[in-house]
């Protein structure tokens, strides 16, 4: 259902806009808050909100370059709303000013040709700069593109509740538009966003939303039954459920993480899911000494960093704006400690897996290439072999997942074993 466009719903989406440019706090946070505090806004008026201030965050500075001068909140969604959602003059009638639309023709008919390859690629400079010395100006532009499309919804199938097929039939019969995923042996995923809050099956715990590309972090640690396996960064626990299938509900998995918030958000999830193997522990910092008593006992240990989030931006386009390059080099250290503590925990002959959701080599290949040449107890141990154990196709030492190749968040993850 399309929501009727007037003036007072364009106004809450100047509104929003207006908030989100001050880039204080994450976007979907500042827009929940606003939802919040305006009941009276229906399914489809939200719908229109979010899709066009997220409009707005992804393709700021292409935007701006179009509004030629006349920037404001306003002049930002109208180019937004005839650019990148493709209405026509018609269509924004009942909010345009009459000495608007030859501006916004102006606008709209400029062409990409005028801008710079970054303000094309709607990426900051010092971002675009580091993206083109990876992948190439050619590769960062189909990346970018990528980056700029909202994310498809990802469900993982809770395997100790139920199983793919069974999930995809009862869609079926609802009239669900769904497919399996195409690498993850328990992903699907849907070709609407439906409110699945209230769906029977989530009520059960018979699936979680996770992206596909998060899923195989869990195949690449392999975690076994009656194994001690922890979660290092376990934040709301969309990683340690899927350790706790995969481990069939045996053993013990620590979740710990640095924030309370995090790990309370957690907790409807856990019991949703049936699992009791899991521990969460809130935990000071990397040096903490809950885990100086795991030393050298723990068979596996996950390590999702604290990261840029880079690789999240068709969810988090904010993030392009708010993450810079100093912030980028602050995380890197903290990457690096995280990682050397977490090694500590694993057993002779046990499994270490980091990895984060950023596309920079800075934060990824540097930081694992940093750890061998540090702790040679540890070898790599190549990402493709362990997946094919799993069937699950892919190619390279390393796990490198792009937007633009996989059609998931952009994820990287090294396999470190510990020599027996």
């Given at each position: 259902?399309?929501?009727?466009?007037?003036?007072?719903?364009?106004?809450?989406?100047?509104?929003?806009?207006?908030?989100l440019?001050?880039?204080?706090?994450?976007?979907?946070?500042?827009?929940?808050r606003?939802?919040?505090?305006?009941?009276?806004?229906g399914?489809a008026?939200?719908?229109?909100?979010?899709?066009?201030?997220?409009?707005?965050l992804?393709?700021g500075?292409?935007?701006?370059?179009?509004?030629?001068?006349?920037?404001?909140d306003?002049?930002?969604?109208l180019v937004?709303l005839?650019?990148t959602?493709?209405?026509?003059q018609?269509e924004l009638a009942p909010?345009?000013?009459?000495?608007e639309?030859?501006?916004?023709?102006?606008?709209?008919?400029?062409?990409?040709?005028?801008?710079?390859?970054a303000?094309?690629?709607?990426l900051?400079?010092?971002?675009?700069?580091k993206?083109?010395?990876?992948?190439?100006?050619?590769?960062?532009?189909?990346?970018?593109?990528?980056?700029?499309?909202p994310?498809?919804?990802?469900?993982?199938?809770?395997t100790?509740?139920?199983n793919?097929?069974a999930?995809l039939?009862?869609?079926?019969?609802?009239?669900i538009?769904?497919?399996?995923g195409p690498?993850?042996p328990?992903?699907?995923?849907l070709?609407?966003?439906?409110a699945?809050?209230?769906?029977?099956?989530?009520?059960e715990g018979?699936?979680?939303v996770?992206d596909?590309g998060s899923?195989?972090?869990?195949?690449?640690?392999?975690p076994?039954?009656?194994?001690m396996?922890?979660?290092?960064?376990?934040?709301?626990?969309?990683?340690t459920?899927?350790?706790?299938?995969?481990?069939?509900?045996?053993?013990?998995?620590?979740?710990?993480?640095?924030?309370?918030?995090?790990?309370?958000?957690?907790?409807?999830?856990?019991?949703?899911?049936?699992?009791?193997?899991?521990h969460p522990a809130?935990?000071?910092?990397?040096?903490?000494?809950?885990?100086k008593?795991?030393?050298g006992?723990?068979?596996?240990?996950?390590?999702?960093?604290?990261?840029?989030g880079l690789?999240?931006?068709?969810?988090?386009?904010?993030l392009?704006?708010r993450?810079?390059?100093?912030?980028?080099?602050?995380?890197?250290?903290?990457q690096?400690?995280i990682?050397d503590?977490?090694?500590?925990?694993?057993?002779?002959?046990?499994?270490?897996?980091?990895?984060?959701?950023?596309?920079?080599t800075?934060?990824?290949d540097?930081?694992?290439?940093?750890?061998?040449a540090?702790?040679?107890?540890?070898?790599?141990?190549?990402?493709?072999?362990?997946l094919?154990?799993?069937?699950?196709?892919?190619?390279?030492?390393?796990?490198r997942?792009?937007?633009n190749?996989h059609?998931t968040?952009?994820f990287?993850?090294?396999?470190?074993?510990?020599?027996?």
């Amino acid at each position: 259902m399309k929501a009727r466009f007037t003036p007072a719903l364009f106004a809450h989406a100047e509104a929003v806009i207006g908030q989100l440019l001050r880039f204080e706090h994450p976007a979907d946070a500042v827009v929940s808050r606003y939802f919040r505090d305006h009941r009276e806004l229906g399914h489809a008026d939200r719908a229109f909100v979010a899709e066009t201030v997220f409009a707005v965050l992804r393709r700021g500075r292409s935007l701006e370059a179009r509004c030629a001068g006349q920037l404001s909140d306003r002049h930002l969604l109208l180019v937004a709303l005839a650019v990148t959602r493709g209405w026509n003059q018609r269509e924004l009638a009942p909010v345009l000013r009459a000495n608007e639309e030859e501006w916004l023709a102006t606008a709209r008919a400029m062409p990409d040709s005028e801008f710079s390859p970054a303000v094309r690629c709607d990426l900051p400079d010092w971002l675009y700069n580091k993206l083109e010395a990876q992948f190439g100006a050619e590769e960062t532009e189909k990346l970018a593109h990528a980056l700029n499309q909202p994310a498809p919804l990802d469900l993982r199938v809770n395997t100790l509740k139920t199983n793919r097929d069974a999930v995809l039939a009862r869609f079926a019969e609802e009239g669900i538009g769904a497919a399996a995923g195409p690498l993850s042996p328990t992903a699907i995923r849907l070709r609407e966003k439906p409110a699945l809050a209230k769906h029977a099956l989530f009520l059960e715990g018979a699936f979680e939303v996770q992206d596909e590309g998060s899923q195989l972090l869990g195949y690449l640690l392999e975690p076994r039954r009656g194994e001690m396996v922890v979660d290092f960064c376990a934040g709301a626990g969309g990683k340690t459920l899927l350790l706790g299938a995969l481990m069939k509900n045996t053993g013990r998995l620590y979740a710990f993480d640095v924030s309370d918030k995090r790990l309370v958000k957690l907790k409807p999830r856990l019991a949703r899911s049936g699992l009791s193997n899991v521990h969460p522990a809130r935990i000071e910092h990397e040096r903490d000494q809950k885990i100086k008593r795991l030393s050298g006992k723990a068979d596996r240990v996950l390590v999702d960093a604290p990261c840029s989030g880079l690789g999240t931006l068709r969810r988090n386009p904010d993030l392009k704006w708010r993450q810079s390059e100093e912030s980028v080099a602050e995380l890197t250290v903290k990457q690096a400690a995280i990682l050397d503590s977490a090694a500590r925990l694993v057993r002779p002959g046990g499994r270490l897996v980091y990895a984060t959701c950023s596309l920079l080599t800075a934060e990824n290949d540097a930081i694992v290439e940093d750890f061998l040449a540090k702790h040679p107890e540890f070898t790599l141990t190549p990402a493709s072999t362990v997946l094919a154990k799993h069937g699950i196709e892919f190619s390279g030492d390393l796990l490198r997942l792009l937007p633009n190749q996989h059609n998931t968040d952009g994820f990287f993850a090294a396999v470190l074993d510990r020599k027996a």
